[in-house]
């Protein structure tokens, strides 16, 4: 994924530096960048227990369509309280997140039910929530200080992108440094085995599910960050796009292994793309074919990657051989 990156990033820069090398570009790519790539970490998440949720765009939605109403809501009463509502609206926001995760976990530990048929119903069914909240039109309205912190940044970086920075160091420790994570893996690796080591795996994918709807809760408070609007349809192509990015950054999509900083650097390479092609005034149909190229020409260096690692492990030494028994 770094050599993907820096392809990527070095093909548009030569194609048209004027503005794809523009600073102000350059900062939107950081932007652009957070949301979309806390729902796929959330999404590599679901795909390391070897499930996957489809919900977690509409989970983002609800929040902050949720986030929206209520602030608009007050603003009508009192616009001072309404301003002086922003931790508690976050906290709202990635509550809304928790119990969509909390409704996905029990569907699929407690009823049983596969998690791509769970996590679709409950997509379906958010969404139209969604349509039904807003009669399908744009809601306006978000605290300054969600709008303020969009627009911050720490020299050229963006308070954005270092949030996103932040959420995938934290995700990463969770994932290769916690009992809860070697037990994520562990259950996507093997949940035969798992279950006979003492793993509860009903607990484990509760508590995956339930962390990914936070994830997505918090990006529904990054899209008011960015622009402080909500609707029902906003971002419609994420889900697909989430899976590829957690695919293309190393995840194993029939679970057991996954990489954060994977994740973030193909997250970082389809931006940089779409960013790209928006300086080559080509169109998002085109982005889209360029999504499916860059899917399989990884997933085939993966797979001759794997295979030559593979016989390298079959070949004899010699030197092993001839060596006198102990």
């Known amino acids: 994924m770094i050599g ?15 503005v794809f090398l523009n600073p102000i570009n350059l900062q939107n790519i950081m932007v652009a ?3 979309i790539g806390v729902i796929a970490i959330a999404m590599m998440l679901a795909m390391l227990t070897g499930g996957i949720d489809l919900s977690l765009v509409a989970i983002a939605n609800l929040s902050a369509i949720t986030i929206s109403t209520l602030f608009t809501a007050v603003a009508a009463q009192d616009p001072q309280l309404a301003e002086a509502l922003g931790v508690p609206l976050v906290l709202v926001g990635v509550l809304v997140g928790v119990l969509c995760g909390l ?15 769970a996590t679709l119903g409950t997509m379906q069914i958010l969404n139209g929530i969604a349509i039904v909240w807003t009669g399908g039109s744009t809601l306006y309205g978000a605290p300054s200080a969600f709008t303020d912190f969009g627009r911050v940044a720490l020299g050229p970086v963006p308070a954005l992108f270092l949030v996103f920075v932040l959420i995938a160091v934290l995700i990463a420790v969770i994932v290769n440094r916690t009992p809860l994570g070697r037990k994520i893996q562990l259950e996507g ?11 509860r795996s009903r607990r484990v994918l509760m508590s995956t599910y339930i962390l990914g709807g936070a994830l997505a809760g918090l990006a529904g408070v990054l899209f008011l960050s960015r622009n402080p609007t909500a609707s029902a349809d906003y971002g419609a192509s994420y889900v697909l796009l989430v899976i590829v990015i957690a695919v293309l950054g190393g995840t194993n999509p029939t679970g057991g292994f996954a990489s954060v900083a994977g994740v973030v650097l193909a997250t970082l390479t389809l931006q940089i793309v ?30 001759f990657s794997w295979r030559r690692r593979r016989r390298g492990a079959r070949v004899p ?4 051989e001839h060596a006198p028994a102990p």
């Open 317 to 320: 030494d010699p030197a092993a």
């Open 103 to 117: 409704l996905n976990a029990v569907l699929i530990t407690v009823v049983g039910i596969t998690p791509i048929l």
């Open 33 to 35: 960048a957070p949301e």
């Open 4 to 18: 993907a990156l820096v392809i990527a990033f070095a093909i548009f820069a030569f194609l048209n530096p004027r």
């Open 189 to 199: 690796a093997n949940p035969v085995a798992a279950k006979y080591s003492g793993i």
């Open 274 to 303: 779409s960013s790209g092609f928006t300086a080559l005034r080509l169109s998002s149909y085109e982005y889209a074919i360029a999504q499916g190229i860059i899917l399989i020409v990884v997933m085939i260096v993966d797979q």
